[in-house]
T-cell receptor, first 110, second 114 residues
Framework: LAKITQPISMDSYEGQEVNITCSHN???????ITWYQQFPSQGPRFIIQ???TKVTNEVASLFIPADRKSSTLSLPRVSLSDTAVYYC???????????FGKGTKLSVKP | NAGVTQTPKFQVLKTGQSMTLQCAQD?????MYWYRQDPGMGLRLIYY???????DKGEVPNGYNVSRLNKREFSLRLESAAPSQTSVYFC?????????????FGSGTQLSVL
């Protein structure tokens, strides 16, 4: 199983770009990298997923280097409503491998 | 579409009591999961059901049992609750295709064991 490390917390200001990096040194060939966002009193919700290189959707971008041992979630021009906990998940091939990192608490200030 | 529905939303138990947390999904997903979330520990997998008729242990199965009642429903049972089981419990589901699973979560059950 991939060992996942991500920062415990980050602070930012409105309008800035935020990059959250997840380390997963022993990622397996079949593993995908997925990021989830969680607001207080809610369940996590899917943000973005990738396997290699770069993936972009309407919410975020995900950068994955060639060795795939880390990944960076990029949130462009954050707002107060982006204050949440962001979880990195590295898994593939088995539902038993869907194990999360401990999450990064992002605080966006005005 | 309700997605993933969990009941109850809140529950207080005394040590030694038993209870069952209910979860149902309406997305025709094959796989279902139970996680617990504790401060500083993130989300930890308790049990999962890869498909109807199968269940398997996750990271922290001790003190819990599960039942995959049918394709829609997956319940989590605490036979003799302990204070260490005070937590927020999340049920999730996914299509079950394996390699690029996307999880859909319920809104959680906040459980306190006194």
């Amino acid at each position: 199983l991939a060992k996942i490390t991500q920062p415990i917390s980050m602070d930012s200001y409105e309008g800035q770009e935020v990059n959250i990096t997840c380390s997963h040194n022993n990622i397996a060939t079949n593993d995908y990298i997925t990021w989830y966002q969680q607001f207080p009193s809610q369940g996590p919700r899917f943000i973005i997923q990738g396997y290699k290189t770069k993936v972009t959707n309407e919410v975020a971008s995900l950068f994955i280097p060639a060795d795939r041992k880390s990944s960076t979630l990029s949130l462009p021009r954050v707002s107060l409503s982006d204050t949440a906990v962001y979880y990195c998940l590295v898994a593939g091939g088995s539902q038993g491998n869907l194990i999360f990192g401990k999450g990064t608490k992002l605080s966006v200030k005005p | 579409n309700a997605g993933v529905t969990q009941t109850p939303k809140f529950q207080v138990l005394k040590t030694g009591q038993s209870m069952t947390l209910q979860c149902a999904q309406d997305m025709n997903h094959n796989s279902m999961y139970w996680y617990r979330q504790d401060p500083g520990m993130g989300l930890r997998l308790i049990y999962y059901s890869a498909s109807e008729g199968t269940t398997d242990k996750g990271e922290v199965p001790n003190g819990y049992n599960v039942s995959r009642l049918n394709k829609r429903e997956f319940s989590l049972r605490l036979e003799s609750a302990a204070p260490s089981q005070t937590s927020v419990y999340f049920c999730a589901s996914s299509s079950g295709t394996g390699f690029n699973e996307k999880l859909f979560f319920g809104s959680g059950t906040q459980l306190s064991v006194l």
